[in-house]
């Protein structure tokens, strides 16, 4: 019920902003709706997308923690995981029963003992390393297969976007 | 005379709707039409596939029956969305609250008079009709009254929360009232609207006698779904197979478990024990377990059998665009033990993956990095900063950078000449600095303007103001904050590695 997702958003943004972990700030947009927050995340560093800082929208279900929150980035995106719409595609936003690929274990997916920041740290990792089993973005998983050097030019030129630097 | 009603009906509805609700959201708006075509699409096949009137007084009664009643339905419907909504945010005026409260509690006693009407009328008109008229009464005075009472419980809540910001400790226990309350009301409700609306139903595809006509297959797929949402409720079985297997934690061992309930973050003073020892509230481990039957944090698969065959596929929720906002539960109950031995490692192998990022985050955050490159900058003063942090951030201990240092790993960055760099690396510099003249005095300004700033970040991130709009200020100042540093080290560096092209230019 709405209540206790309440709380326990609150209690997750309140620990996100005492001990933020490195490169990762978020929030809610507007406290007039706790149920959609922003992030920033940082890429991660000696990776191909490091130094940009890529904003993501977290859209919570009424019976979070229960459900997991939908992630979507809301720059421009190129990356094996993550859709052309910016949705991202990670096992860990994945409800139990649903699996739409058909070849996660439950393992890896939502359980009420994630958490926002759990759910950041993984997509940080997998800004670092993408997973090749899930094809959101063919072409993306296609480039960094097989032609690393123009995957790290696309990403370089988002990095400098979403920097507000002029490619 | 009966368009006069019905006008006088929409004025009525334009009136509560300015003094209630004012302006409607776009998404209430859509739902309030999906349900008016709904509405009208089922009382027409009801008036002429069912009850098959002859008489065109008899339609109009009909009508003017179901106008009332789907007045009232959307009303009713219009309140549960705007609670909804206003649960979201945490901060409501009074006001709204004791307005939509009374409109609950008018639509409840109307339906009630409604009752009476029916009564009434069946008396005259016999059983079936008094059936068919109460049992949609019915149905709309329990929907509304769960609304009240969840509503109730929320704004409950709501002050028990202000009332106890001050002193954490008794939060937990106006939880575990709390939560047994509102899990039963959700279920005894949701239940009994269930089953009436299915006797409702059945009732009318006894009555209609055309089994093979339109409006009996339009009925048999709602009856259909509503028997697959009465399956999924069974509830009450996972909390008599939780009682009997799992029992509720010890006093001694819920001291000894200094950790919160790791589904809702709350305290526990009362726990239930799950086989592999982990402990959680009861009402929120059995919210969880009708989704999936293992243990949220170990993933433990628990021996939960099914009951009833519900490996059917799912519902088609197209077959009625009523429920299509229900969120469906995946495979409830679908469980096979034998697919959760083969993971086990691999998750182990995931957590301390994610944990160790983490430690690396605590142990050199931000402000510790900038105290250790402050005392190595103690040492050797012209090496500027930036450097010292970059490096920092790859040894994480001062004396491996100190002897990078003393190795010459460690430079400084030659003089930033503006001649030799390209055009693409330029542009940006001037973009930001506009009137800056490229020098190494004015780079080392920058740098201890950089660090002004990482302090400010920490100040910021250090706080967790109690006024809402002061933490909207923070986390915004602390947005920038950080897509300014972050701007600020991507063109030093590629400063850096123009500079650094450069001299190998020039060597060569
Ligand atoms: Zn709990
Ligand atoms: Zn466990």
Known sequence: ??????????????????????????????????????????????????????????????????????????????????????????????APGDDPMGYESSAERWSPVQSVEKILLSVVSMLAEPNDESGANVDAAKMWRENREEFNNIAEKIVRRTLGIPT | MINMAFCWLILLGRAVQKLVFGELRVSEQQQLRDKFWNFVFYKFIFVFGIINVQYIDEVLLWCSWFALLGFLHLLSQLSKDRFEYLSFSPRTPFWSHVKLMALLAAIFALSGFMLLVSVFVGFFGGFNTFAFMSAEVVLLAIRTLHIIIRYALHLYDIRQESATAMNTSDEGKAWEKRGPI??????????????????????????????????????????????????????????NHLEQNYPMATTEELQNNSDNCAICWEKMDSARKLPCTHLFHNT?????????????????????????????????????????????????????????????????????????????????????????????????????????????????????????VLDGRLVAPPIFRDLDINQQTSRPLTLLQSNAEPSTTRNWDEFSTDNVETEDTVMLGSRFSKSSSEREKILHRRKENMIQMARRRYIEKQKAAAAAAARSDLQS
């Open chain 2, 182 to 239: 509102s899990y039963y009301t959700e279920l005894s409700f949701e239940l009994t609207a269930l089953i009436i609306d299915l006797i409702h139903h059945l009732h009318m595809l006894l009555w209609s006698n055309i089994f093979l006509s339109m409006a009996s297959l339009v009925i048999c797929m709602q009856l259909r779904y509503l028997f697959h949402e009465i399956q999924r409720k069974n509830y009450l079985w996972v909390r």
């Open chain 2, 284 to 404: 929120c481990l059995l919210s969880w377990l009708e989704q999936d039957t293992s243990c949220p944090t170990c993933r433990m698969a628990l021996n939960i059998q099914t009951p009833s065959p519900t490996q059917m596929e799912p519902p088609e929720l197209q077959a009625d665009p009523q429920e299509n906002t229900r969120r469906p539960f995946n495979h409830f109950f679908h469980f096979d033990g034998s697919r959760y031995v083969s993971w086990l490692p691999s998750f182990s192998v995931e957590v301390s993956h994610i944990q160790a990022i983490r430690q690396n985050h605590v142990t050199a955050s931000n402000s510790q990095l900038d105290a250790m490159a402050r005392q190595v900058q103690t040492l050797f003063p012209h090496i500027p900063l930036s450097v010292i942090i970059d490096d920092l951030r790859v040894t994480r201990s001062v004396e491996l950078t100190i002897e990078n």
């Open chain 1, 1 to 94: 019920m709405a209540g206790s997702a309440l709380r326990r958003l609150m209690a997750e943004y309140k620990q996100l902003t005492l001990n933020p972990p490195e490169g990762i700030i978020a929030g809610p947009i507007n406290e007039e709706n706790f149920f959609e927050w922003e992030a920033l995340i940082t890429g991660p560093e000696g990776t191909c997308f490091e130094g940009g800082v890529f904003p993501a929208k977290l859209i919570f279900p009424p019976d979070y923690p229960l459900s997991p929150p939908k992630m979507q980035f809301t720059c421009e995106m190129f990356h094996p995981n993550i859709y052309s719409d910016g949705r991202v595609c990670i096992s860990i936003l994945h």
